[in-house]
């Protein structure tokens, strides 16, 4: 039993250290996106930017230093705060480049979705994502407690976070039964350029920061979000799902990416040890999310659409 309580222990701890923590999870983003004004594939655009606000998060090919840099420039997490992330509409020329740009620029941790999900400074109790996540942890403590075991309070809270999150996105499904598709058809029609204005907007200060050359950086930049846009699709189809098989799936997801990332510290963990853990946080976090979430949302969104954000 004991070794099983270790086990138990140090999978909790994994889920939490090995990539940043969303704030909101994409299909929240996307709602908030279809809600902000543009209509037909400009719409879609701007629905795809707000997704793609995350699109370095989970950069398990590179090591994590990398990951953390383009997560937190591109979050407003910096001293410069919004100086790094306004670039992306600055330098957006056409409508659909502006949409993207816009949705992307509305993601921010500094005024945009994610403060109103776990506040700036982080981890603020009085926002909902942290106050949620740390009711969810009082439940796991307990559960690990009841086994013999246990982990640091703020290594559980990242982990909390985490399931809140994706509880979350599975209960916005209630009030847009279309958000799968929306997901998809915003990944599939984003606009061309879109890429190349991050790079334009982040590949210089990348390749001084570690050393590359520039078209090194830009490699990299447009590598992760052709991935995040595959994720985008993957994470939408699974958001059509019937309800049961949606949170199976979503978990199965978590699952599969986090073992991934954990191979950046040398670690070798089967998903098959981790979804078990994952799917009792992700129910957890349902339960306690479920009658609450839309009224913070839409308290989010109309945050948002209350910010001029082409003349700041």
Sequence with gaps: MKRLTSIIGMLFALIGFTTPVYAWGPAIHAYIGKR??????????????????????????????????????????????????????????????????????????????DVYAHGNPYNDPERYVIAKALQLSEVLASRLALLGGGIADDM???????FVEFAADLLIRQYDRAIGARMIVAAISRNRGFPNLLVKAYAENFADSFGFTHDEAASIIIAEEAKFRRLAIRYGMIMQYSNRKAQTELAGLLAEIAPRLMEGYGLDVPSAMLLPIIQFGIGEAFELCKDDLLPEVENTIEAIKAIDWHNR
């Design 36 to 113: 902000m004004g543009e209509k037909g594939m400009l719409g879609a655009n701007v629905v795809y930017g707000q997704m793609a606000g995350d699109v370095f998060n989970l950069m398990y090919d590179t090591p994590i230093e990398q990951m953390l840099h383009l997560y937190h420039v591109t979050h407003g997490l910096t001293e410069q705060g919004l100086d790094t992330v306004l670039p992306v509409l600055d330098l957006a020329e056409t409508k659909r480049e502006k949409a993207v740009a816009l949705g992307f620029v509305a993601h921010n941790n500094v005024n945009g979705a």
């Design 156 to 162: 559980l809270l990242e982990v909390s976070h985490v």
